[in-house]
């Protein structure tokens, strides 16, 4: 997927005004516009210019299209940084409208971003909804936690720039929280109109890389390290879990890869998940000549076992 620079197509300085974006784009509609353009690929700039206007009219899209930074050449390929729009505060909850433009928008604002902040003409009106994605940490969910959070607001200042504000919240996040889930805080979306009540901002959670652990779904997965006489003669080691240590036994004769359920340790719910432990042998390093000593020894002892047998060699 290419990257595109909607600056570029547009021809305006990364730093200029939403006036000028405005005027920028009028111009250029109206030479490739279709119906009047004599330019060999008036339809395709047309709809380029539609996609950047898109994107550079609307401060929240641009934000974020901002936030990916300057260094991307258009044309290069492009894939969005994980979690690239996490604690950023947006309005709506549509589909941006991908559909008509480049894959490029669709990766960008198709999943879940705001449609932007619609008209209302009522006197008396509830503000808008605001969404906003957030990392938590695991061990959060094993135990419940209130934390404070920063989240990013796009405005346009006094001289049409767009620029970040930045909100702080208490956010009490209950044990068992999944990912993926909600969270409603009523009253912190956009203020109402006239007398109307403030929207509400929903918090979708996601859970921050762990070095240990992995999530899928309400699982929770460990790569345990394994010395190979613990794994072929069997042991019982302290493991940790999110929700502390325990103790494990290894079976006598365990492999790499070898799966050990605990039941019941995953993220809790009404219907807790489970915590799978999954063996890793490690094999001590032959950096001295007392372990080089060792392995020859190993493999006088065990010279008639072949781990390619499988293979037929």
Same mark, same amino acid.
Not at 4 to 22: C, L, P, S
Not at 277 to 293: C, M, R, S, Y
């Given at each position: 997927?290419?990257?595109?620079?909607?600056?570029?197509?547009?021809?305006?300085?990364?730093? #200029?005004? !939403?006036?000028?974006?405005?005027?920028?784009?009028?111009?250029? &509609?109206?030479?490739?516009h279709p119906d009047v353009s004599k330019e060999p690929d008036a339809e395709a700039?047309?709809?380029?210019? /539609?996609?950047?206007?898109?994107?550079?009219?609307?401060?929240?899209?641009? #934000?974020?299209?901002?936030?990916?930074?300057?260094?991307? !050449?258009?044309? !290069?390929?492009?894939? +969005?940084?994980?979690?690239?729009?996490?604690?950023?505060?947006?309005?709506?909850?549509?589909?941006?409208?991908? &559909?008509?433009?480049?894959?490029?928008?669709?990766?960008?604002?198709?999943?879940?971003?705001?449609?932007?902040?619609?008209?209302?003409?009522?006197?008396?009106?509830?503000?808008?909804?605001?969404?906003?994605?957030?990392?938590?940490?695991?061990?959060?969910?094993?135990?419940?936690?209130?934390?404070?959070?920063?989240? %990013?607001? +796009?405005? $346009?200042?006094? *001289?049409?720039? $767009? #620029?970040? =504000?930045? =909100?702080?919240?208490?956010?009490?996040?209950?044990?068992?929280? =999944?990912?993926? *889930?909600?969270?409603?805080?009523?009253? *912190?979306?956009?203020?109402?109109?006239?007398?109307?009540?403030? /929207?509400?901002?929903?918090?979708?959670?996601?859970?921050? @890389?762990?070095?240990?652990?992995?999530?899928? %779904?309400?699982?929770?997965?460990?790569?345990?390290?394994?010395?190979?006489?613990?794994?072929?003669?069997?042991?019982?080691?302290?493991?940790?879990? @999110?929700?502390g240590a325990v103790e494990l036994r290894i079976p006598p004769g365990s492999s790499?890869?070898?799966?050990?359920?605990?039941?019941?340790?995953?993220?809790?719910?009404?219907?807790?998940?489970?915590?799978?432990?999954?063996?890793?042998?490690?094999? +001590?390093?032959?950096?001295?000549?007392?372990?080089?000593?060792?392995? =020859?020894?190993?493999?006088?002892?065990?010279?008639?076992?072949?781990?390619?047998?499988?293979?037929?060699?």
């Open positions: 997927m290419e990257y595109k620079d909607y600056y570029k197509i547009m021809g305006v300085a990364r730093d #200029a005004t !939403q006036d000028e974006i405005k005027r920028a784009y009028r111009l250029l &509609a109206r030479k490739y700039r047309f709809k380029e210019i /539609g996609e950047a206007n898109e994107v550079l009219k609307d401060p929240e899209k641009r #934000a974020a299209y901002d936030k990916l930074g300057a260094n991307w !050449q258009a044309g !290069q390929d492009f894939r +969005p940084p994980p979690d690239w729009n996490t604690g950023f505060e947006f309005s709506g909850a549509g589909d941006g409208g991908a &559909a008509q433009f480049s894959d490029f928008f669709e990766s960008l604002y198709g999943r879940g971003f705001g449609a932007g902040r619609s008209q209302r003409t009522a006197f008396h009106a509830k503000g808008e909804d605001h969404h906003a994605r957030i990392l938590v940490d695991l061990e959060d969910a094993y135990r419940g936690a209130v934390r404070t959070l920063t989240l %990013q607001i +796009p405005e $346009v200042d006094a *001289q049409g720039h $767009v #620029a970040m =504000r930045e =909100r702080k919240l208490n956010v009490n996040l209950p044990r068992g929280i =999944r990912a993926g *889930q909600h969270i409603r805080l009523a009253g *912190q979306g956009a203020p109402g109109i006239g007398q109307g009540q403030a /929207g509400d901002l929903y918090l979708e959670i996601e859970f921050r @890389p762990h070095p240990f652990y992995r999530v899928e %779904q309400h699982d929770v997965y460990l790569d345990l390290p394994v010395a190979p006489w613990e794994a072929a003669l069997g042991a019982v080691l302290n493991v940790p879990t @999110p929700g790499t890869g070898n799966k050990l359920r605990l039941k019941g340790r995953g993220i809790p719910s009404g219907t807790p998940g489970d915590f799978y432990v999954v063996l890793k042998i490690v094999v +001590p390093p032959a950096d001295n000549e007392a372990a080089k000593d060792s392995y =020859r020894n190993l493999a006088e002892q065990f010279k008639s076992f072949n781990p390619r047998s499988k293979l037929g060699v």
